[in-house]
């Protein structure tokens, strides 16, 4: 398949924000693949492989400004000014390219096939002359290129593609193109436990159904966690839990899903990004507790006090992930110990369609509690006053609140999905709210007065999954330290876009436009009726959303979270009715 089709349909894409368009469109570019069909769904993706295979193609801006200045003859400095005026390499590439058409700058046709292969071998160069490599990878790539295929390869390289298509429109494209429409759920939560869009799409393209629809859970494959709803009242979440439930500690510390094979052990964080490297005591812990030969095991891995046992809040365990350097200082500074709550594999066998308790009695089962892994504290209760008394011990133990679990013979763990098989149970006394929020931030305002040279606020928004777009709840200018504030606009730099992203809906035009990416925790006072929010626009009201009344920054960025790990829509909605029956 020619790269250049791609890039035409690529184009067509960028000039839509109608998830049908963008659908359709998709659906016709797939169809049209060949063997080259997995290379072709990760490319349109931004990447090479998935997320799990750690692939980067490590190519930074400053390299590409250099290749650009050597293939159009301007200095370094004049592609730079370039860059800050569009905002995006990709356009200044293309822009380059135009003006170089008439001397012939693109000599042969580009495949599928090559622009991926290159791009491959330009991610695994290491070592003496990379540098040099990587730049010729790249200036042939462009040489041979028309400027649509230019500005499109040069968005791969630094990961702004910009489609406005996410992994769940891509999986419905794949539904339509290979599949038939009633399998569609079958196929999300086999995704869900395996999350290889390419694989998937080269499983459904050879008819090969059955493979897909009996997936699950596979040792060094990280599978999507599983999530809760949320209520703020016991008896609301015995009545979800037809009377009784299995009450956990809800431990404020990172998601850890560890996978045991052959004695080697992998750590995933929640969205799915290996994280073994800044763990290496998990590593090395693991070895010494489980007498396995293969499990997945799911927990929370929180910071310490070694010597007290006393638990420390999640921004302390936050510091060891992405760490490169120091590590070993940070590994005995801030200790972690495993809070396990689930296993979903063991020894050959998946367990996701197993009940909870029986789920639960496996994993105890499994290992002697030690200083570096536990199993969660549980009650199995439906007594509302009993229940209140073990969630005050978990507040005073250091915990967000608790977690229910259904214990009926439905109780499977669903990888991915949020449902009321688990119920999240908090109380932040500071807020009207019953829990924080995880909000992903959308747009800008510009500052002024003292705030003159940064942002003002934030315009924040939360992900609709039916719609599978990010909806404005709320303009965010409060909760900010000073190094925070005036540090917005370099931290946010990347996600900057001029026009509304395609997944975007918003009524109010911030100054500046995001990509929606990063993912910030809020409390608020209260959810209102909004006439110029989007958040959940009709369903509460004609012509009117929600929004988050007088929002705060706790001060904690979830880095650990992507944007789909946001707060829904649909909890918003849950969280206005019950804040309603309270009052």
Not at 134 to 160: S, V
Not at 246 to 274: N, P
Not at 345 to 372: A, C, I, Q, W
Not at 546 to 562: E, S
Request: proline share 3%; with cysteine.
């Amino acid at each position: 398949m020619n790269f250049l089709e791609v890039s035409e349909r690529f184009t067509e894409m960028s000039n839509t924000s109608k998830r049908l368009e963008l659908t359709d469109i998709l659906v016709r570019l797939l169809k049209s693949a060949d063997k080259d069909l997995k290379k072709l769904v990760y490319l349109t993706q931004g990447k090479l492989l998935p997320d799990y295979e750690g692939l980067e193609l490590g190519m930074a801006n400053k390299l590409i400004i250099k290749a650009l200045s050597s293939i159009s003859g301007k200095k370094e400095e004049e592609i730079d000014v370039m860059f800050t005026k569009e905002g995006d390499l990709g356009t200044v590439a293309k822009l380059i390219s135009e003006k170089k058409t008439q001397n012939s700058l693109f000599t042969s046709e580009l495949s599928v096939d090559y622009v991926y292969d290159e791009l491959t071998k330009l991610a695994r160069i290491k070592g003496e002359g990379s540098i040099k490599n990587k730049m010729g990878i790249y200036q042939d790539l462009l040489l041979n290129a028309t400027p649509d295929e230019g500005m499109y390869i040069t968005r791969i390289i630094t990961g702004r593609l910009r489609l406005g298509v996410s992994d769940a429109t891509i999986l419905d494209a794949l539904v339509l193109a290979f599949a038939d429409k009633k399998y569609s759920d079958e196929i999300d939560e086999a995704y869900n436990f395996h999350p290889d869009l390419g694989e998937l799409a080269e499983l459904l393209r050879e008819g090969k159904l059955d493979r897909v629809l009996s997936t699950g859970p596979t040792p060094m494959v990280p599978a999507k966690v599983m999530l809760g709803e949320r209520l703020r009242e016991i008896p609301d979440v015995l009545e979800k839990m037809g009377g009784k439930a299995a009450f956990e500690y809800k431990y404020d510390g990172l998601r850890t899903q560890i996978h045991i094979k052959d004695g080697k052990v992998k750590i995933f964080s929640r969205g799915s990004e290996e994280t073994t490297s800044n763990f290496p005591d998990i590593v090395e812990h693991a070895r010494q507790t489980f007498n396995v030969e293969s499990c997945i095991l799911d927990g929370e891995a929180v910071p310490y006090n070694s010597e007290t046992g006393e638990l420390y809040p999640f921004q302390m365990v936050s510091q060891r992930r992405g760490r490169k350097y120091d590590l070993k200082s940070k590994v005995e500074e801030i200790p972690v110990v495993v809070f396990l709550f689930d296993i979903i594999y063991l020894n050959g066998e998946p367990l996701n369609k197993m009940p909870y308790l029986e789920r639960r009695k496996m994993l105890e089962s499994l290992f002697t509690e030690n200083d570096d892994f536990k199993c969660a504290t549980m009650l199995l209760s439906s007594d509302v006053e009993e229940i209140n008394r073990f969630f005050t011990e978990a507040i005073n133990s250091g915990c967000e609140g608790l977690m229910a679990k259904n214990v009926s013979e439905d109780s499977i763990y669903r990888a991915g999905a949020r449902g009321w098989l688990w119920i999240k149970f908090k109380r932040d006394y500071q807020s009207s709210f019953e829990d924080t929020l995880d909000l992903v931030i959308i747009g800008a305002f510009g500052g002024h007065g003292r705030r003159k040279g940064t942002y003002g606020a934030l315009l924040m928004a939360t992900y609709n999954k039916d719609q599978d777009v990010f909806e404005s709840i709320c303009k965010l200018g409060t909760g900010f330290t000073d190094d925070v504030l005036f540090g917005l606009p370099a931290r946010l730099s990347d996600f900057v876009t001029k026009k509304k992203p395609a997944r975007v809906e918003s009524g109010l035009v911030p100054d500046v436009w995001f990509d929606p990416q990063a993912v910030l925790e809020i409390i608020g006072a209260e959810i209102t009726i909004s006439p110029v929010h989007s958040c959940a626009y009709g369903k509460v009201q004609k012509e009117a959303g929600l929004a988050i009344r007088f929002p705060r920054f706790t001060g904690r960025w979830r880095d650990d979270k992507t944007p789909e790990d946001a707060t829904t829509t649909e909890e918003i909605l849950e969280m206005y009715y019950s804040q309603k029956k309270v009052g």
